[in-house]
């Protein structure tokens, strides 16, 4: 869509470093949709990655100075993080159409990206193992690999999960290969989801308005609230180490944002039996008994 339109005629060793950010520039002026919005930084990001690529294997397979040398990439906002309360969770299942109960709960308590559920077939359910096979995703209507290498994974079924999914078996199992269809057995547009069942259901249930993703984020703070392994969300959520979880959650766990080594002494009571006093000036005095 946009490196042939601008790059597709033109010899490769004469792109210049002035071209590159010049056609970085104008991808900032683009607008889509009805609204008209700008690319985002991070689409803006992904579009010039391969361009990046093929300069820099270009350069060293043709002996000319690679032009992307030392273009850094735009600068993100952090990821707007609005996770559902767990009360919120339940009131949203509970509220939503009876025919989407299962799709929503499986996401909320799986972590799963859009494109992962969408696309997600029942060859990938193994119930005897209770785990969700993810090794495909549906991205414009194509089923493609996943978004990244280690979004190849295996997610562990937790028994909410584990009985939805056989509650969904009975429903779409004889009439398609995706576990969450639509009536005709196609899988899922998730514009057409988001529109008529997301947003429709938050605002009767008189939930703040916010994206469907939401439900992956709202896995990752349950998860680390409940004080599951770091290692083992980042394994579920197809993260190849704990730095995003840290970095993105930690506001959202409680006990991860206390910083008055009230965990440790409770740690440590617990393990001995502490008696208290005061002395002679009334200061505290602990001793074990």
């Not at 707007?80 to 929503?104: A, C, H, K, M, S």
């Not at 559920?117 to 029942?122: K, S």
């Not at 493609?144 to 999960?161: D, F, G, H, N």
């Amino acid at each position: 869509m946009y490196l042939l339109p601008k790059f597709d005629t033109k010899p490769i060793h004469l792109i210049k470093k002035t071209d590159v950010l010049a056609f970085r520039s104008s991808l900032a002026k683009v607008t889509y949709g009805k609204a008209n919005k700008h690319l985002s930084a991070a689409r803006i990001n992904s579009i010039m990655v391969p361009l990046g690529m093929i300069l820099k294997e270009a350069s060293k397979r043709y002996h000319f100075e690679n032009p992307y040398y030392d273009i850094k990439s735009l600068k993100e906002p952090k990821t707007d993080i609005q996770p559902f309360t767990l009360e919120e969770v339940w009131t949203f299942i509970n509220g939503v159409r009876e025919d989407y109960r299962n799709y929503y709960l499986v996401r909320f308590f799986t972590g799963m990206r859009t494109s992962e559920i969408d696309g997600l077939t029942w060859e990938n359910i193994d119930f005897n193992r209770r785990e969700i096979v993810i090794k495909q995703a549906l991205v414009k209507g194509k089923i493609v690999p996943p978004k990244t290498e280690e979004s190849y994974r295996a997610i562990q079924m937790s028994p909410w999960v584990y009985e939805a999914l056989v509650e969904q078996q009975d429903i779409t199992y004889k009439r398609s290969d995706y576990v969450f269809c639509s009536h005709t057995g196609e899988p899922l547009d998730y514009n057409n989801v988001n529109k008529r069942v997301w947003h429709p259901t938050l605002k009767i249930l008189g939930l703040k308005k916010r994206n469907a993703y939401q439900t992956r984020h709202t896995a990752a703070t349950l998860w680390l609230a409940a004080g599951e392994s770091p290692e083992w969300i980042a394994s579920q959520m197809g993260h190849s180490t704990t730095k995003m979880l840290f970095n993105t959650y930690s506001r959202y766990v409680p006990n991860m944002t206390r910083q008055d080594g009230s965990a440790f002494e409770a740690l440590v009571n617990r393990s001995q039996m502490v008696q208290s006093s005061t002395d002679k000036d009334g200061y505290l005095v602990r001793r074990r008994v």
